[in-house]
Each structure stands twice: as C-alpha cells, then as structure tokens.
C-alpha cells in the first residue's frame, strides 16, 4: 500500500498550489482520507479532512476559506486546492488515511498509512 503526495513546490504569498494524494495497492474509496501539514520544529497539524462522501468536509481553522478538499473515489485519489498561500502555510504537506472520520484529528489517532510528504514553501 502507498500513498504518494504531489504538487508541491515553491510560491510567492497569495499564490496557489493543488496538491494530490494518489492510493495504491488498496481501496481507500470506504476510507476517511486527510492532509496533515508539518513545518520546521513543529508538530504535524491537521489541515483538512473529507469523509466518504462530501457530506463530510472539515478543514483546520487556519486554512478555512483557502483550501478545498476534494477526492475522486473512482481514481483513489484525494486532492488539496490551496489558494492565497501565506509563509505560514510552509511545511511538508502528508496525506492519510483512516476507517473513521474525524473533524479535527491528531497524529496519533488510528490513521493506517502515510505518505511520504510533499514540500510547500511559500515566500513572502
């Protein structure tokens, strides 16, 4: 099983990068699926997370209002539009996995598998 994050790269502030999650080896169509976020000397922090369905969608406070979730269960895959970046946003973007689904989870919850993480870096 692997998870592989894409997209990321270097942008100016107020700038926008789409990332992608890309599943492999099993189905995660049933699977909560969720981006974490982890700048330098910090902790991994929850960015957002979508269930299922879009009936399920939550989003860490700071990102509300710039960043989309979005997944294409028939492809496995999950995506992150985000739109007028900020330097905080600079971090290595991961993505996971859950059987549940959570508002605002921490690391340590029950995620199964993880991406290697793709670096976002947004300059001032």
């Known amino acids: 099983v692997q998870l592989q994050a894409s997209g990321g790269g270097l942008v100016q502030a107020g700038g926008s990068l789409r990332l992608s999650c890309a599943a492999s080896?099993?189905?995660?169509?049933?699977?909560?699926m969720y981006w974490f976020r982890q700048a330098p000397g910090k902790e991994r922090e929850f960015v957002a997370g979508?269930?299922?369905?879009?009936?399920?969608?939550f989003y860490a406070d700071s990102v509300k209002g710039r960043f989309t979730i979005s997944r294409d269960r028939a492809k496995n895959t999950m995506y992150l539009q985000m739109n007028s970046l900020k330097p905080e946003d600079t971090a290595v973007y991961y993505c996971?996995?859950?059987?549940?689904?959570?508002?605002?989870?921490?690391?340590?919850?029950?995620?199964?598998?993880w991406g290697r993480g793709t670096l976002v870096t947004v300059s001032s």
């Open positions: 979508i269930g299922r369905t879009t009936s399920f969608i």
């Open positions: 996971t996995v859950s059987r549940n689904v959570y508002s605002s989870p921490k690391e340590s919850y029950d995620f199964e598998y």
């Open positions: 080896g099993r189905n995660f169509s049933n699977y909560g």
